[in-house]
């Protein structure tokens, strides 16, 4: 069930943060839960974050990491571990959501 952005807009205020949990893999697992981030890394080096979509179509999204992966993105985290992605996650096919992850929060845009 897809949510209005409305709502989708005023509950990421409110809603706890997502979690990244860390698997030593080049890709992420086939399960993936609602709410965490699953890094893929081997030999400390960071491949892939993956994710359910968190306009609640729960599509599973894979954003590759790797600089030579054309698109990238860029992994931080905070003091407290919560994950950023930048630049800014648009599905151009499915539910076409647009929004950043900023310390754990989704923010609409």
Do not use: Y
Not at 26 to 51: G, K
């Amino acid at each position: 069930m897809t949510h209005p952005k409305w709502f989708l807009k005023m509950w990421s205020c409110v809603a706890p943060r997502r979690k990244l949990a860390i698997v030593n893999a080049d890709t992420p697992p086939e399960h993936l839960q609602n709410r965490n981030l699953i890094l893929a890394r081997e030999d400390d080096e960071d491949w892939a974050v993956a994710f359910r979509c968190p306009c609640g179509c729960g599509d599973r999204l894979e954003l590759q990491l790797i600089p030579e992966a054309k698109p990238h993105w860029v992994l931080h985290r905070d003091e407290r571990g919560h994950p950023t992605l930048h630049p800014s996650v648009w599905r151009k096919t499915g539910c076409r959501s647009h929004f950043w992850l900023r310390s754990g929060r989704i923010f609409w845009c």
